[in-house]
């Protein structure tokens, strides 16, 4: 039994060295070749999955004396096989990304073409900026203009006043009159 066994270990080994080479170079093949390659890589997945199952089988037919040895192998299996799984994940993922560039345009010059569209980016911000400090003068001078112009309307009455005789000689005759009338209004 242990022979069947070691034998399992020895496929074990060389398709999980076949596996690790094929993750590695997932990232940076063409994309049709990629396909071919994670589609490859998760058949060789199961199989390797499998001959952890048969493994096991295996390791619950050696008498209890002599088991301990071999479960702590198929734990280390185990932990192997975890890790060839998270790693194909993670080549997945870089493919995932360089698919998703090549469909949004990205052709390699993309620190080019995001430095370009930066610079475009700045430069209207402070066209923007300058178009806003201009607004503000202007509207910085018309409250000034509004605030001296409130002053001179605040002297207006005492102005009519003291114009009354050439602004209203025919309306009001009398000069009291006037300056009751003026006066009210304030």
Not at 11 to 32: G, H, N
Not at 138 to 147: F, H, S
Not at 154 to 159: H, M, Q, R, W, Y
Request: hydrophobic share 30%.
């Amino acid at each position: 039994m242990s022979s069947d066994f070691e034998g399992f270990e020895q496929d074990f080994a060389v398709l999980t060295a076949e596996i690790t080479s094929k993750i590695a170079r997932v990232p940076r093949l063409p994309p049709d070749e990629k396909k071919q390659m994670v589609a490859n890589v998760e058949k060789q997945l199961e199989e390797a999955k499998e001959l952890l199952e048969q493994m096991d089988l295996e390791v619950r037919e050696i008498p209890p004396q002599s088991r301990g040895m071999y479960s702590n192998r198929m734990r280390s299996y185990k932990q192997e096989m975890g890790k060839l799984e998270t790693d194909f994940k993670r080549s997945r993922i870089a493919y995932s990304d360089e698919v998703r560039n090549e469909l949004l345009g990205d052709d390699g010059n993309s620190s080019e073409s995001q430095l370009i569209k930066l610079r475009e980016e700045r430069a209207h911000l402070l066209d923007n900026t300058e178009r806003l400090e201009r607004s503000s003068r202007r509207l910085e001078a018309g409250y000034q203009i509004a605030v001296e112009t409130g002053l001179e309307m605040d002297s207006c009455p005492k102005v009519a006043y003291l114009r009354s005789d050439s602004l209203f000689p025919s309306f009001l005759p009398c000069g009291k009159a006037k300056q009751d009338i003026l006066w009210k209004e304030k």
